[in-house]
């Protein structure tokens, strides 16, 4: 079992910047797909980034240009920076490890959740 713990989330103006971490620890394996998802609410949780075992990444269209994934797999943690956030970006972010071969865009490719970290992008 992995854990996954989140940091970095806050309050910003719409414009500005965060950059979210997660930390991983357990039976980490750097060949799984790890990925950050958001849930607002009363919608569903939704795949925001994901990044595979070669470091190539997947985006969402609503983020895409904005927002960057990566990893520091000698630390085990993953990162999303988020640039030029807007209101709609208000969510809890999670950090999310998949399945191996899968891309973690999907909630169907999960294996392990982190407990989520608020962003509010306010005007």
């Known amino acids: 079992q992995v854990q996954l713990v989140e940091s970095g989330g806050g309050s910003v103006q719409a414009g500005g910047s965060l950059i979210l971490s997660c930390a991983a620890s357990?039976?980490?394996?750097?060949?799984?797909?790890m990925g950050w998802f958001r849930q607002s609410p009363e919608k569903e949780r939704e795949g925001v980034a994901g990044?595979?075992?070669?470091?190539?990444?997947r985006y969402t269209d609503s983020v895409q240009g904005r927002f960057t994934i990566s990893q520091d797999n000698a630390k085990n943690t993953l990162y999303l920076q988020m640039n030029s956030l807007k209101l709609e970006d208000t969510a809890m972010y999670y950090c999310?490890?998949?399945?191996?071969?899968?891309?973690?865009?999907?909630?169907?490719?999960?294996?392990?959740w982190g407990q989520g970290t608020q962003v509010t992008v306010s005007s």
């Open positions: 999310a490890r998949g399945w191996y071969g899968s891309a973690c865009m999907s909630t169907g490719d999960i294996l392990d």
């Open positions: 357990g039976n980490t394996a750097n060949r799984n797909c």
């Open positions: 990044i595979v075992s070669d470091g190539s990444a």
